[in-house]
């Protein structure tokens, strides 16, 4: 069975660190597809935060949390890590991580795979 698994969420206040982590399990050929991360503030819609792919190793961010966010992988943990420095309280929401055999990495649809989510929450 696929599954995904986040977790690292939690409060925060503005200026902190979570690191989130997305175990995969079930997955066969998981280094040959990519990660990525989403999330999902009350009354919006989900959104592209980074990814990572497992191919060539290249990482993506969405413009708002470039310079504050990293994505790393651990190949051997099957984990992918979402580091988050420099929190904001815009950076409040449900993060969702996700797998698929992705071209456009913030196109949702092209996801296989999703976990049930962690919530982050930055208080100012």
């Known amino acids: 069975e696929v599954q995904l698994v986040e977790s690292g969420g939690g409060l925060v206040q503005a200026g902190g660190s979570l690191r989130l982590s997305c175990s995969a399990s079930?997955?066969?050929?998981?280094?040959?597809?990519?990660i990525g991360w989403f999330r999902q503030a009350p009354g919006k819609e989900r959104e592209g935060v980074s990814s990572?792919?497992?191919?060539?190793?290249?990482?993506e961010y969405a413009d708002s949390v470039k310079g504050r966010f990293i994505i790393s992988r651990d190949k051997g943990k099957k984990t992918v890590y979402l580091q988050m420095n420099n929190l904001k309280p815009e950076d409040t929401g449900v993060y969702y991580c996700?797998?698929?055999?992705?071209?456009?990495?913030?196109?949702?649809?092209?996801?296989?795979?999703w976990g049930q989510g962690t919530q982050v929450t930055v208080s100012s």
């Open positions: 079930g997955f066969t050929f998981i280094d040959d597809y990519v």
């Open positions: 990572f792919d497992g191919a060539d190793r290249s990482t």
């Open positions: 996700a797998v698929g055999p992705v071209v456009d990495w913030n196109n949702q649809a092209q996801y296989d795979y």
